[in-house]
């Protein structure tokens, strides 16, 4: 690698930054500059707005579910059809269009350029064109909730032959538009996918060398380069299912008889469905946490400042994790009756991955140890995930062995144990980010007392709960269960207690939800009336907070772009003037290091 | 190798003071574009043959006969691949007549192999394998419509830059377009000889 010698003395000229001039487009009307903007930043917004307020809707939808369960037949248009429904596209909302499309699409646009003292994406009318195929992809989805028949019901998952046959709700309408969305979501996630890679490779400004990329970057990347080479068997699966669906052929549809009557199918596959959709559904849990990971990473060293421990094991542990997550796949299928020695193979590899995220709950930890820790808003959630991840992991573990998993399956157990893992943690990340993102993006502080509030009763709130459901889970309580009692109004074939904890649940439920309106409001009131944020207010490192306006302008830096002379993590450099030494700042008298 | 150079720098100690001049590869963005986006074509092929591959071993499967047409459509594939190299070389040494007849050939071939393609649909459609009547014959109309919307999107950028040269555009200036689109050709023509491959060996 070829090195430039820039430390002579001090006051030496350092070269501009040779990089290739990303030509960029300047739009001339409002439109252009708002809407159909090319602009990461914008799109970024883009991203994450229309994926808050989907998630919203999802949000709403996981409280009815939970009113439903706790005191059944209390909102009577909560039929078994309109329960079964809302389990689906809250599942299918929370993990796709909303986690996946707000790491990927909108912390990956947002970040990615700024971080990496780039100008914008490589592609910038691809990045564009992405949102907007997103966007179509998120109305049709919701217009499923408005044709005959309503969303499809088939569960997040979308196995066949339930989920295209008459019985399911949905199964005309729902799951054909739903299809349709997921392939138009893969192609629009494709674009900015591809736009995010090919930027990390090749648009990385003068220094920014892939072990000084921060670890937010690290992760989005690898995050981007899983969701890749995943979708596809999304992609392709729902293709094959709108063929079994629309035009009869048999890939997936076994020889079946539905309502007394004989279909056309034979012969299909359902579990072939299975290894297609859990290809692309194991990675899919990695391209939620990984960006997760690489956040909290940052979080962690920037609020305690100091450097994140064993930087080097950081970036190898995410390639690691996400080289395994194509390799465990078959774990969600252990009650599938796939051969019984693929469980074998796959219980191994699950448990491997272990190794990988345990050096990083290590590192977490040791970056916090003896740290300058400031608990400040983001602080706390990065805190909170580290605990909850854990939480999530350690119940993986009992889910990764066969002969646990099989009583355990499809009890709430399991829906404890996801939830945990890849809701809540990564969630709790998203939360973390945007306290310490905010700033930037709009100039100004949000309040920090109603996000110390936000904070203690989301994060309580989640345990409460999310705990007592393992306990469900434990004693054999089945998900997706429209309700609990029988017709006496009494529970059926639980005992008392459990039905106690259900309405315990749905208690927490309610507050943890009511308590992101103070999050929503805080959001908006914020950008007007917060406290001005100035450039840096965290004291951070990385590029994103050195650029000259805040939040940054068309082009993110100045005339010329940043050079870098170090790693993103030198926080509390012994002898330095100050307690960090931005990634642009050369050695000289005030880094206390030679010049 | 260097990446495992990479990956085991300390970036916390080593070079401190010193500006890197490596960013990015050297190789041109348009390029490390389509190699990722070529990444992403193959996770879709690879996926549908592991597919047709567990499919195959259902009792139901009845193999499909292959038209004859087939062979000649793939000699077209061929020779359209064959074309655009000419048309690459003949950009690198700056020749426009050249270029100009190896786009036009490669992408009037192509065109032939996508009718050709839709002929042999209607051949196979007449003798009553349908797409639903078997999943050998589901398989064979999914993978060669995949196939051909690839081959689809490739025209659409060899349009753009064929356009461009009919309009003067300098061969230096379209040479990376016609660089990329041989690539683009010759991918699609490997996919297509694994899938035909998949077709006769099954």
């Keep these: 690698m070829a090195l430039t010698d820039v430390t002579h003395d001090a006051q030496d000229f350092v070269p501009a930054v040779e990089v290739e001039e990303v030509e960029l487009y300047h739009p001339k009307t409002w439109l252009g500059k708002y809407v159909f903007s090319q602009d990461a930043k914008i799109i970024a917004l883009q991203y994450s707005i229309t994926a808050m307020a989907v998630g919203l809707l999802a949000l709403v939808l996981s409280v009815l579910m939970r009113i439903q369960l706790a005191w059944p037949g209390a909102l009577s248009f909560i039929t078994p059809d309109a329960y079964i429904q809302f389990v689906t596209m809250h599942g299918m909302i929370m993990v796709i269009y909303l986690l996946t499309a707000l790491f990927l699409g909108g912390f990956g646009n947002y970040l990615i350029p700024l971080m990496l003292g780039a100008r914008d994406m490589v592609f910038p009318y691809v990045n564009m064109i992405s949102y907007w195929v997103y966007l179509f992809a998120v109305l049709l989805l919701l217009a499923s909730f408005f044709t005959p028949g309503g969303p499809t019901g088939s569960g997040w998952t979308l196995y066949p032959p339930q989920a295209i046959l008459p019985g399911t709700p949905g199964s005309g309408w729902g799951i054909t538009l739903m299809v349709i969305s997921l392939v138009f979501f893969v192609i629009g996630f494709t674009m900015g996918g591809l736009n995010y890679v090919v930027t990390v490779l090749q648009a990385r400004t003068r220094g920014m060398t892939l072990m000084r990329m921060p670890l937010t970057i690290w992760a989005i990347f690898t995050a981007t380069v899983l969701a890749l080479l995943a979708f596809p068997a999304l992609l392709v699966s729902c293709i094959m299912m709108s063929l079994d669906n629309l035009l ?16 056309d199918y034979s012969g299909g596959s359902p579990v072939l469905f299975q290894h297609l959709f859990w290809f692309f559904g194991h990675p899919e849990v990695y391209i939620v946490a990984l960006p997760a990971f690489g956040i909290v990473s940052d979080l962690l060293s920037v609020h305690a400042r100091k450097n994140i421990f064993g930087y080097r094991l950081m970036v190898w542990a995410i390639v690691v994790i996400g080289g395994l997550s194509f390799v465990v796949w078959a774990h969600h299928m252990y009650v599938s009756g796939m051969n019984p020695y693929f469980g074998f193979f796959f219980a191994t590899t699950t448990l491997i991955i272990a190794v990988p995220t345990a050096i990083k709950v290590y590192n977490w930890v040791l970056t916090l140890w003896r740290g300058n820790i400031r608990l400040t808003v983001p602080m706390l959630y990065a805190i909170g995930f580290v605990f909850t991840f854990i939480n999530g992991g350690l119940t993986g573990i009992f889910l990764g062995n066969v002969i646990v998993d099989v009583p355990l399956s499809d009890t709430y157990f399991v829906v404890a144990h996801f939830h945990m893992v890849m809701a809540v943690s990564p969630i709790l990340a998203v939360f973390g980010a945007v306290y310490h993102w905010y700033p930037k993006i709009t100039g100004r502080m949000l309040n920090e007392g109603l996000g110390r509030f936000h904070f203690w009763v989301t994060f309580v709130g989640l345990y409460c709960l999310y705990y007592p459901m393992h306990y469900l889970g434990i004693l054999g309580v089945p998900r997706r269960y429209f309700s609990n009692v029988g017709p006496n109004g009494l529970p059926d074939f639980i005992p008392d207690s459990a039905q106690f904890v259900n309405i315990w649940i749905t208690i927490a439920a309610i507050c943890v939800a009511s308590s992101q309106l103070v999050f929503l409001y805080n959001l908006f009131a914020s950008a007007t009336r917060g406290k001005p944020a100035g450039g840096n207010p965290w004291g951070a490192t990385t590029l994103e907070w050195q650029t000259t306006n805040t939040p940054p302008t068309h082009g993110n830096f100045g005339k010329e772009l940043p050079s870098v002379y170090r790693w993103a993590y030198d926080y509390s450099v012994p002898g330095a003037e100050e307690d960090f030494i931005p990634q642009n700042v050369p050695a000289g008298k005030n880094t206390g290091q030679a010049s | 190798m260097s990446i495992f150079r990479t990956l085991s720098t300390k970036p916390w100690i080593a070079e401190r003071g010193y500006v890197s001049d490596s960013h990015g590869f050297r190789l041109p963005t348009a390029k490390v574009f389509l190699s990722v986006f070529l990444g992403v074509v193959t996770s879709v092929f690879g996926l549908l043959t592991a597919a047709y591959f567990i499919r195959m071993a259902y009792a139901d499967w009845q193999a499909l006969p292959v038209p004859a047409l087939l062979w000649l459509n793939t000699a077209i ?25 190896g786009l036009l050939a490669g992408g009037a071939l192509a065109f032939a192999f996508l009718v050709g393609q839709l002929l042999v649909w209607r051949q196979l459609g007449s003798l009553g394998y349908f797409v639903d009547s078997n999943p050998s014959n589901s398989f064979f109309y999914l993978i060669t419509g995949l196939h051909g919307l690839h081959l689809l999107g490739g025209l659409v950028a060899w349009f753009r830059a064929s356009v461009r040269l009919w309009r003067g555009a300098e061969v230096a200036k379209i040479r990376m377009s016609v660089e990329l689109c041989a690539v683009y050709w010759h991918f699609l023509l490997l996919v297509w000889l694994v899938m035909f491959g998949l077709l006769l060996v099954t």
């Design chain 1, 248 to 263: 009869g052929t048999s890939y997936f549809m076994p020889a079946i008889v539905s309502l007394g009557q004989q279909l």
């Design chain 2, 77 to 101: 594939l061929i020779l359209s691949s064959v074309t655009l190299q000419w048309a690459r070389v003949a950009a690198s040494r700056e020749q426009a007549d050249g270029v100009r007849r």
